[in-house]
């Protein structure tokens, strides 16, 4: 469905429902703010639903199929494709339709396809297995009968991974992406990003801490070495964006300045998503600030003036970076 969401142009939720598992979940937007409107629908996947329950939605698999202009396509807003409960059969259908895309009308690129995880060990292992098997039955299956010969020849005979699946994990803090960055650098991928949102906590990415050493994972090499002997995969995108919601925490405006600037000297494109709730307090006029210091509600620059005031611009300028794999989504 199309959405809001500023990176994506449209939503595609095979799985619903999840279950947190790090501090970057606590005020969940598809839980606390999406899930409670959908649940009081009648008759639909959403009708009395408790969030934590994961199901997999079979008819959905085919819609991306259907959609004749090329777009980016968010993965599971609403979940994620690599929880615990889905099972590795129903990801591999949800792959055999990412293959069913890879082309559009008259031999244009298909869809790119956006998968986000915080589950990335699953994820590498999952794709550290050959599924091309599994995914060109899937994609014969679902890709709505335009030549399944080819569509299966296309899947079997690939070398390395569909050029418009891209990657990514999210990470709120230093801990979350020392945690999955170096999995998420171990899956095979055409395009590898992070989305910092919310981000919780200055986070260095030319730095991710290692058992061998730290380790820079924009430019994918050793910290402090001067001299590679062999480049290793690296990030090729990098999403920021704060906290919305009610009880939103906020994003000091430093931290979101740090990371566009670890990418513009690392020549990673940049896009910031939103402030969220809280915005930099030199952003908005002095009495503003004045009012809001006396309600107590300024923390170390930081001002709450709700997302639609807060915007998306980082000093000054707004920020729509994207990977050069993309392809045209015109």
């Not at 639909?44 to 090329?70: G, I, K, N």
């Not at 008259?106 to 297995?129: A, N, W």
Request: glycine fraction near 8%; include cysteine.
């Amino acid at each position: 469905m199309p959405t809001g969401i500023e990176w994506t142009d449209e939503t595609w939720n095979p799985v619903t429902g999840c279950t947190k598992v790090s501090s970057g979940c606590k005020h969940c937007y598809a839980k606390h703010q999406a899930w409670p409107r959908l649940s009081s629908m009648q008759n639909t996947v959403y009708t009395s639903r408790e969030f934590e329950d994961v199901r997999c939605h079979a008819e959905r698999l085919v819609q991306p199929v259907r959609w004749t202009r090329q777009r980016r396509i968010f993965v599971n807003s609403m979940s994620d494709l690599f929880h615990e409960d889905v099972p590795d059969e129903f990801i591999d259908s949800v792959f055999g339709v990412m293959w069913a895309c890879l082309w559009g009308r008259d031999e244009q690129p298909g869809h790119i396809f956006q998968v986000l995880t915080k589950r990335p060990q699953r994820m590498r292992d999952y794709l550290s297995q050959d599924r091309r098997e599994h995914w060109a039955h899937a994609a014969v299956s679902h890709g709505g009968g335009m030549d399944p010969d080819g569509i299966y020849d296309q899947v079997m005979d690939a070398e390395g991974p569909h050029p418009r699946i891209w990657l990514g994990v999210s990470v709120e803090d230093q801990v979350a992406a020392d945690e999955r960055i170096p999995l998420l650098l171990q899956s095979p991928a055409a395009v590898r990003w992070v989305s910092a949102e919310p981000l919780l906590e200055r986070v260095d990415l030319t730095s991710i801490r290692l058992a061998g050493g730290d380790f820079d994972a924009l430019r994918g090499g050793d910290v402090g070495h001067s001299v590679r002997i062999e480049r290793r995969p690296s990030l090729d995108w990098v999403v920021v964006g704060g906290e919305s919601g009610p009880n939103a925490r906020p994003m000091h405006p430093d931290w979101a300045k740090g990371l566009r600037d670890q990418c513009a000297a690392a020549g990673v494109p940049f896009l910031f998503k939103q402030w969220g709730e809280w915005a930099d307090a030199e952003d908005f006029p002095s009495e503003v600030q004045e009012d809001y210091d006396a309600r107590g509600l300024t923390e170390s620059m930081c001002i709450r003036v709700g997302k639609r005031a807060a915007g998306r611009l980082l000093d000054g300028m707004q920020h729509d970076g994207y990977p050069a794999n993309q392809g045209s989504t015109s």
